[in-house]
């Protein structure tokens, strides 16, 4: 039989010692530049996040939300930046095109413009700074302005565009520049993306002096910057002129929230993630299906254990999409410490670069929250004014006998759910180390067709499909996120083990 050549990726373990961060490679090492100036996990979670918002802002930035698990001395909490519609929001605020015409990833229908998926007025409020600064309050260990210098740095003085971050931008180019500001700021003249190093030609340097400048005064005046200042003031006055529905007032009322986590048991293990509208209870509840079974009797990416994955995923997502609203670009990190404090943390900006909206002076971009409501009236995820969305963020903790032992999560919208199943069953059914964990083959299924990734044999989709799965086969390469991109860091006795993706950007890295 012939065969064609596969592109294979693949990536090695770190190990460290003491302290260990994941997510994307600048990003992680500003994490570990504060581990190594003696901040705790938090001080450098909260580095890694801000300094994402630089460099990788198509999933995550000041304009953001986020939800943030933590564990420390025995004990767990987390940490709610979720948005919510402007207060000025009606059911009736978006004209429908009519007939069956849907858009975008939840199949509403479309919309005029598609003003509910871009622009300004698909802008609602940010949470990630308010989250934040109380978790670092509750937390933090070095000053709060400490945490924002290598942000400030890599936004102030630049950073050479990467490979994957030309392809990124070059991929949305007719969405930002949509919005002048974002053309001017992320776009060399003329309306190409910055140059990565090709070996021909010298590598280009992003600089966002706006930006930096947003980050300098919620170092200075902490999250009131945002929420009550002049910062805030100016993206809403900025949104409402082009047309939006964000005020001053939206701004003012919005409050974090910090919350008990949600806790499963899982072969012997305390699984904590996000209670609420996250994609939290949707991990929960593929687990205590799967814990009904013992996929240990059942061959890793055989047919027999891709089939009860799946028929679990489908049972919790089929809770789930009765409301029906999640978030598809996102950003994600792990960082554990040398006191064995964990922090995972999942932000996003909603859509690629959420609105794709940047307020005039300002360098952020605004998440398009109105994106994840339905725009008919009288249903169930019609928009209210004030509504919070729900959002498919889900940091998770694995605890055995009460000491942490894995530290994982993913962006990728609704795939963030069956991705964290996935290496949560690898590490724990499997006996997997991090990197393995994180970059095996996957599946997803929401109850319609079950995707298989094109890494898992002929012969094992055929057993799928004899099984009554309607197959859908997917090639995950650098850029698709069919099957999200988790991360984790794995924790004992011998020190930190951390793994990433393997198809993907990103590093573990640690000292």
């Keep these: 039989m012939a065969t064609k050549s596969e592109w294979r990726f693949t990536r090695t373990e770190a190990a460290a010692p003491n302290a260990m961060v994941t997510a994307d490679p600048l990003p992680a090492e500003a994490g570990l530049e504060i581990l190594q100036a003696g901040g705790n996990a938090l001080d450098a979670a909260l580095?890694?996040?801000?300094?994402?918002?630089?460099?990788?802002?198509?999933?995550?930035?000041?304009?953001?939300?986020?939800?943030?698990?933590?564990?420390?001395?025995?004990?767990?909490?987390?940490?709610?930046?979720?948005?919510?519609?402007?207060?000025?929001?009606?059911?009736?605020?978006?004209?429908?095109?009519?007939?069956?015409?849907?858009?975008?990833?939840?199949?509403?229908?479309?919309?005029?413009?598609?003003?509910?998926?871009?622009?300004?007025?698909?802008?609602?409020?940010?949470?990630?700074?308010?989250?934040?600064?109380?978790?670092?309050?509750?937390?933090?260990?070095?000053?709060?302005?400490?945490?924002?210098?290598?942000?400030?740095?890599?936004?102030?003085?630049?950073?050479?565009?990467?490979?994957?971050?030309?392809?990124?931008?070059?991929?949305?180019?007719?969405?930002?520049?949509?919005?002048?500001?974002?053309?001017r700021v992320y776009f060399r003249e003329g309306g190409a993306p910055y140059r990565p190093p090709t070996g021909f030609e010298p590598a280009e340097r992003l600089r966002q002096p706006d930006l930096a400048r947003s980050l300098e005064a919620i170092a200075r005046g902490g999250a009131k910057a945002l929420y009550q200042g002049e910062l805030g003031a100016a993206i809403a006055d900025d949104v409402r002129a082009q047309g939006g529905i964000l005020t001053r007032e939206d701004f003012r009322a919005f409050e974090a929230v910090e919350r008990e986590p949600l806790c499963v048991d899982y072969r012997g293990h305390e699984v904590l993630t996000l209670p609420g509208l996250t994609g939290g209870p949707t991990v929960a509840r593929s687990l205590e299906h799967l814990a009904r079974e013992d996929l240990r009797r059942h061959e890793q990416l055989g047919a027999e254990s891709l089939h009860r994955i799946a028929v679990a995923l489908r049972a919790a997502f089929g809770e789930r999409l009765t409301t029906m609203a999640d978030l598809p670009n996102t950003t994600h990190l792990n960082v554990v410490d040398r006191g064995r404090m964990c922090v995972s943390l999942t932000a996003t900006l909603g859509g690629g670069f959420g609105s794709a909206f940047m307020a005039k002076g300002t360098g952020v971009l605004i998440t398009n929250g109105m994106y994840w409501?339905?725009?008919?009236?009288?249903?169930?995820?019609?928009?209210?004014?004030?509504?919070?969305?729900?959002?498919?963020?889900?940091?998770?903790?694995?605890?055995?006998?009460?000491?942490?032992?894995?530290?994982?999560?993913?962006?990728?919208?609704?795939?963030?759910?069956?991705?964290?199943?996935?290496?949560?069953?690898?590490?724990?059914?499997?006996?997997?180390?991090?990197?393995?964990?994180?970059?095996?083959?996957?599946?997803?299924?929401?109850?319609?067709?079950?995707?298989?990734?094109?890494?898992?044999?002929?012969?094992?989709?055929?057993?799928?499909?004899?099984?009554?799965?309607?197959?859908?086969?997917?090639?995950?390469?650098?850029?698709?996120?069919?099957?999200?991109?988790?991360?984790?860091?794995?924790?004992?006795?011998?020190?930190?083990?951390?793994?990433?993706?393997?198809?993907?950007?990103?590093?573990?890295?640690?000292?």
């Design 47 to 183: 580095a890694t996040a801000f300094a994402l918002g630089v460099v990788a802002p198509i999933g995550s930035g000041l304009g953001g939300i986020a939800g943030i698990l933590i564990w420390r001395d025995g004990a767990a909490t987390c940490f709610d930046g979720s948005t919510r519609a402007p207060l000025a929001a009606r059911p009736e605020m978006f004209e429908l095109t009519g007939g069956e015409v849907r858009s975008g990833m939840y199949g509403w229908p479309a919309v005029k413009g598609d003003h509910n998926v871009e622009g300004p007025l698909s802008a609602s409020v940010p949470g990630a700074v308010a989250a934040y600064e109380m978790a670092h309050r509750r937390f933090g260990k070095l000053p709060w302005a400490r945490i924002f210098e290598p942000a400030i740095r890599l936004a102030r003085d630049g950073f050479v565009m990467d490979w994957y971050g030309t392809l990124v931008f070059g991929a949305y180019a007719a969405r930002l520049h949509r919005s002048a500001e974002a053309k």
């Design 373 to 511: 409501f339905d725009p008919r009236p009288g249903r169930a995820n019609s928009i209210a004014p004030g509504k919070r969305v729900l959002w498919a963020g889900a940091p998770t903790i694995a605890l055995r006998d009460r000491r942490p032992v894995l530290v994982c999560g993913a962006p990728g919208g609704r795939k963030i759910m069956s991705a964290v199943v996935q290496t949560l069953t690898n590490a724990i059914d499997y006996g997997d180390g991090p990197q393995d964990a994180t970059s095996r083959p996957r599946v997803h299924d929401e109850g319609e067709m079950l995707l298989v990734d094109s890494r898992i044999p002929e012969s094992v989709r055929a057993a799928l499909a004899a099984k009554g799965h309607e197959i859908d086969v997917k090639v995950d390469d650098v850029l698709a996120t069919n099957f999200a991109r988790p991360s984790a860091i794995a924790i004992d006795e011998n020190g930190l083990r951390g793994g990433v993706e393997g198809t993907k950007i990103g590093i573990a890295v640690g000292y």
